[in-house]
């Protein structure tokens, strides 16, 4: 509670903006931020508690300001396991945006698909998760203040926001496939083995990232969005090596997709 009375406060000392959603731009989407009307912007290593990004095309700030009529706060960029941090350091910044005012939490992510059907570049509205990571970000003593012992998981990702944006997407020509997203400790990709069990498991598309964020957002009594761009496909029987640059690529060509599909959600609320 004092790490985040010590964010909130370094926050409020630059902008007294009271969000009411909160952003989480992943892997190449950090491009929605251009379309907000930024009042403040603060570098992480200016926020106490803050991580810092290790990962290429994560700008490490904190953006306060507007976007589709809301106020808004937005991280842009992220942090993961695999850069050797905490799930509970991980998710920090959502407990900081929940203290901030935000009431909604929307996250994006890049991942690899499994669903056959489903090609690079498509928008995935999150139904589900499944969490491989190994660990959970509410491990440890529980602050009843922040959260309940053993909050439900049953519906993560809220009903009416996913039903928003399959109006929008709708009524704005996008295509948005709606699965299970499955977590695991990365930071290689997986084999072609591994691919066959996430499958089979139930999931229809992977990555590194979200469910840490999520739990921490469901805990705190938040509203949930989540959507992830298809980057690769990750077909055991036609796998090929990755290629980061395309993923980054088909990822930076879909966001503009994205940042319609959440403008748009945002405007209806």
């Known amino acids: 509670m004092e790490q985040i009375r010590q964010a909130t406060d370094a926050i409020r000392a630059q902008s007294d903006l009271r969000p009411r959603v909160a952003l989480i731009l992943g892997t190449g989407l950090g491009g929605l931020a251009e379309r907000m009307e930024v009042q403040t912007s603060i570098p992480y290593e200016q926020i106490p508690g803050f991580p810092l990004s290790t990962v290429e095309t994560h700008k490490g700030r904190l953006l306060l300001g507007t976007l589709g009529g809301q106020p808004v706060v937005a991280m842009q960029g992220r942090f ?7 799930l509970q350091q991980v998710a920090f910044p959502v407990r900081v945006m929940r ?32 969490n491989m990571l190994g660990d959970n970000p509410l491990i440890g003593a529980n602050a009843d203040e922040l959260g309940p012992r053993f909050p439900d998981m049953s519906m993560p990702y809220d009903e009416e926001l996913r039903r928003l944006a399959v109006e929008v997407a709708l009524d704005r020509g996008i295509t948005l496939r709606r699965g299970v997203y499955v977590a695991v400790p990365g930071p290689n990709l997986e084999t072609r083995a591994e691919y066959r069990m996430l ?36 077909l055991p029987d036609a796998l090929e090596p990755a290629n980061i640059t ?16 959440v403008e748009g959600v945002l405007e209806r609320l």
């Open 80 to 86: 993961h396991a695999y850069e050797g941090y905490t």
């Open 246 to 261: 395309q993923i980054i690529a088909v990822a930076g060509r879909a966001e503009p997709h994205l940042t319609a599909l």
């Open 199 to 234: 499958r089979g498991l139930g999931a229809d598309v992977v990555g590194m990232s979200t469910v840490p964020e999520v739990i921490v957002a469901v805990h705190g009594g938040m509203r949930v969005l989540g959507i992830s761009i298809i980057t690769d496909q990750c």
């Open 99 to 130: 203290a901030l005012g935000a009431e909604t939490l929307v996250v994006s992510n890049a991942c690899g698909g499994m669903n056959p059907l489903w090609g690079p570049g498509d928008l995935m509205l999150i139904a589900d998760h499944i």
